[in-house]
DNA sequence: CGACGGCCCGTAAACGTTTCCGGAAGTTGT
DNA sequence: ACAACTTCCGGAAACGTTTACGGGCCGTCG
């Protein structure tokens, strides 16, 4: 039946029925050890049968924690933040713990002023991917109690800040190996914006393998784009018409790299034939693209989830052996990518 | 200086600064209009002063209502409902809504047990995207008073309940016109599971612009599937075995059309010369994929946006003209379709 | 046999708001 | 000059929990 009294049952419905004090009830609710084992029955079943839910905001008040994590994104809709999103959703529910959701449109104000209200009673910490703020700015939260934790730093943090993020160094070396390997020597780079980490860092990577393999890098071949398929397509045309064009290039993400192999096509080029193309990312994109990507595979759900883990150890007041966690990368081969073109 | 004293400021710290009472700041922060307007300003300076900001449990459990809105979808990932989480939460934000995000994994009982909770105290309403329920489990929440709106309903729903949805049928009506305006005959359908309304809509579009042709339907040309790629790769190579095969597919979404593709490329036809493809959703794929997707445009951020704003007027108890909103879809011609080949 | 310690459990205070109710002061109408 | 409204504001209850504190009961130990 469940007429739906829906006069939304309380703690004191319970406690009445079970005939016991409201106390009892939420100590049963949150697993304390000083209840009798027949009472924690009885109440259970008598939670069970009327279908008892605590009130979130009434538990969140009284105990001063809510249940919820913010997580705040710059957009919800690029591959790669849905991607850390889902493993960190995930993860989160594992953990019993709410998603709060904050797309912060790339906007420093926004995001300050989210996190602001995050702060105040809404949520017990929070998951800022690529964020806006400041070194400065973040040890300023950490400073005033709240825990979060940073996705893919954008720019450099200080150590007391909590992080996780990619081995960009690394998998820009396999990505520079690989091409080495099938013989090119002139290999363009199209970087991310600079001075974000993971250009930074992946364009250590492209200049240390350079350097290992004994050739001089030439400036012309590094061009600065912005993570978008038409900035990696801009590139490449620029590139394509220097008087000795790469015979490679590598994208410093998968967009830039779809944007590469466009532009070479729309110049009658073929990839990987007359022009090989590494990503970074392996998204869902570098697989339906033609030729598929060969790429640097970075496991975003994991770095979501990942970064959920060290939250609730947070949360937890747990002690910590390391506060930055970075997971690795390894390069998948596909198609893009071949031997250098006979001259 | 800001020293972050951070014992919280609370109404009671604001109100004693201004000399009035918690009531009175209470109703500046509610916009009340019984309140002086020089007291308005006052509170409202010292508001802006210490950098008040109302806790949300507090609110929540006091007058009822928390700002949150539960969205849930099977899955965050998938650049569908990406997409449309996307626009849902960027009109939420304009309404100074929050987010509670709950991926449901497609799993029923998941799905249950998340509306259970969201509906007590923990959010004033939600959206239900591609819901795994019911209609009667719908309708009942419907009756316990709770607001929701859904999205892409599954299956058919009661008119009670409100939704939108996208003009399925419309939209396969003018992908077939396209097709047969190029001269096909011999049309396939990939469709997805049958009894959802995606599909069952859909396939009555294929149905009636064949009949309209003139055109006798094969069963033989219509394979359900998944609307994921491999599936579509799966079907397209059974139809392409057939003894008098299609000259054009018309995949129900555009991972059928992707995997239709690649089935076609791996026995060395060429897309649209020897096949022409023709998918459903315009979702960011069908521009990288080779050739570009011709496909039927369903505005899934916009879909997300009208859901919210539905929800708004639901919350704010209004009255209803109609409860049910259909957006248009319109077909956009890429690459990937062309005249019928001659034999 | 009395005191002490554990186990269970109830009482009540607190959490920070919103909102109902009513009262003081000021305004208008007669 | 008095009644009847308005306008503005304060007091206090209510929202549904968690948790500190203390007390009753029982068993054990000296």
Same mark, same amino acid.
């Given at each position: ?25 939420? %100590? ?18 008598? +939670?069970?049968? %009327? ?7 009434? %538990? ?23 991607? /850390? ?68 730093? !954008?720019?450099?943090? $200080?150590?007391? /800040? ?14 520079? !190996? ?7 020597? %002139?290999?363009?780079? +199209? ?63 998968? $967009? ?10 729309? !110049? ?19 697989? /339906? ?27 937890? !007041? ?6 930055? /966690? ?18």
């Amino acid at each position: 039946m469940a007429e739906l009294a829906h006069a939304r049952v309380t703690i004191r419905e319970v406690a009445d029925e079970a005939g016991v004090s409201i106390a009892t009830v939420s %100590r049963v609710l949150n697993g304390r050890d000083d209840v009798a084992p027949e009472t924690r029955e009885l109440v259970s079943r008598i +939670i069970q049968e %009327r279908g008892y839910i605590a009130n979130r905001s009434a %538990r969140g008040l009284s105990a001063g924690r809510t249940g919820l994590v913010g997580v705040l994104v710059p957009l919800v809709f690029p591959v790669y933040f849905s991607a /850390i999103l889902s493993g960190a959703s995930e993860a989160l529910y594992e953990h019993d713990l709410r998603v709060l959701l904050s797309p912060t449109g790339h906007e420093h104000d926004r995001e300050v002023t989210l996190l602001d209200r995050l702060m105040h009673g809404l949520t017990d910490g929070a998951l800022i991917v690529l964020p806006e703020e400041s070194s400065e700015e973040l040890e300023r939260l950490l400073d005033a109690g709240y825990n979060f934790v940073v996705v893919d730093p !954008r720019l450099r943090l $200080n150590d007391r /800040i909590p992080s996780v993020s990619a081995a960009h160094t690394s998998g820009a070396d396999q990505a520079m !190996r690989h091409l080495l390997g099938l013989g090119h020597r %002139r290999i363009a780079a +199209i970087t991310g914006p600079s001075g974000w980490v993971a250009t930074e860092d992946r364009r250590r990577g492209y200049h240390a393998a350079l350097a290992a393999a004994g050739i001089l890098p030439d400036p012309a071949l590094e061009v600065e784009s912005d993570f978008e398929i038409a900035g990696g397509a801009d590139a490449t045309a620029a590139l394509l018409d220097l008087p000795d064009p790469p015979t490679a290039v590598f994208a410093f993400n998968d $967009n830039l790299a779809i944007g590469a192999i466009q532009a070479a096509r729309a !110049r009658g080029l073929r990839v990987p034939e007359d022009l090989s193309v590494v990503g970074f990312d392996d998204s869902e994109h570098a697989t /339906i693209v033609s030729p598929a990507l060969t790429t640097v595979r970075q496991p975003l759900a994991e770095m979501g989830r990942t970064a959920v883990s060290l939250l609730t150890r947070l949360l937890e !007041r747990q002690r910590f052996e390391t506060l930055h /966690i970075e997971l690795g990368t390894r390069l998948v081969v596909r198609e893009s990518t071949g031997p250098v073109p006979a001259r």
